[in-house]
């Protein structure tokens, strides 16, 4: 998309290049479902409509909307656009695989972190007083992890599970 861009709109200015671009380019974003021949007559149509009543965005493409040059430019980069958000689109399963895996891969790494730490006073106190509240043994506990999972069997195991079956009935 980019290198198409150094290639059209040669008469314009810089700045009303890149505003032309980002507006077209926004466009095409907006209405996936149509084709790019219907986005350009909705841009030309909305274009002379907003020329008519001076208000336009765009106001330098008054004597460009009917140049051929000008709609040959405006086509090749639709369709350059429609090429970049459909690819996109095609590759949005492989970024969410891709996002899975790297959640994945944090949370084993954050275990791994947890394993080599000394665990918290916050989790050792918590452990004991959950202990001493269910007459268990207390065990020795060397990590992060190893506290958070035996806190966590300990909440399981002695709270009770709640049926909402009986509430509905």
């Known amino acids: 998309m980019y290198e198409i861009k150094k290639q059209i709109y040669l008469d314009l200015s810089k700045t009303q290049k890149s505003a032309l671009c980002n507006f077209l380019r926004a466009l095409v974003k907006k209405l996936p479902e149509l084709s790019t021949d219907e986005i350009m007559e909705k841009f030309i149509e909305d274009e002379k409509y907003y020329l008519e009543i001076n208000n336009s965005r765009f106001g330098f493409l008054e004597n460009l909307l009917d140049d051929e040059q000008f709609l040959k430019d405006t086509e090749k980069y639709l369709k350059e656009c429609k090429k970049y958000y459909d690819y996109k689109k095609s590759q949005e399963p492989i970024i969410q695989a891709q996002k899975a895996f790297e959640k994945k891969k944090r949370e084993f790494l954050k275990e791994v972190k947890m394993s080599k730490e000394t665990p918290t006073k916050k ?24 506290a958070r999972d035996e806190i966590d069997k300990i909440i399981k195991e002695h709270s009770p599970a709640v049926d909402f079956t009986d509430e509905i009935l």
């Open 123 to 146: 989790q050792l106190y918590y452990y004991e007083k959950l202990c001493k509240k269910y007459n268990l043994e207390k065990k020795e506990l060397t990590s992060k992890l190893e």
